[in-house]
């Protein structure tokens, strides 16, 4: 079974290593590897490395997809660096969204898990954007 994947950018290397523990746990089957810090223990984004990142989920998922989601909006400049780093077919493959990493990683992994298309896998973490956190009275 294939399924859409996910990688996960952001400036902390904490940051990423904890959604993708939170992911795995919510879909342990669905693809996802991130990048995130630089060396040192510095904050930052590597494009080299979400490149990394990207491949090896294209390498797991059977080519189905990748959502990428991210930080902290400068995030994107080391995804441009990335997708400059793969050929055209693997860069058609690949989604952005701004949905929150966090809530929108897992919703994302639940909806891939299920077998949902690239573009359901989107609008499931899109939905993210305006899921209550807090009980309504």
């Known amino acids: 079974l294939s399924m859409i994947g996910l990688v996960l950018v952001a400036h902390s290397a904490d940051v990423v290593r904890g959604v993708v523990a939170m992911v795995m746990q919510a879909a342990p089957d669905v693809p996802v590897d991130g990048a995130g810090g630089l060396s040192g223990g510095r904050l930052g984004t590597n494009g080299l490395e ?60 639940v909806a891939a898990a299920g077998g949902a298309s690239v573009d359901a896998v989107v609008a499931a973490a899109e939905r993210a954007r305006t899921l209550p956190k807090l009980p309504r009275d």
Do not use: H, Y
């Open 50 to 109: 979400v490149a990394d990142a990207l491949r090896r989920v294209l390498k797991a998922n059977g080519r189905d997809g990748i959502l990428v989601l991210l930080d902290l909006g400068s995030a994107s400049m080391a995804v441009d660096l990335a997708l400059d780093e793969l050929d055209r077919a693997d860069r058609a493959l690949i989604r952005l969204t701004e949905a929150p990493i966090v809530e929108g990683a897992v919703l994302a992994a």
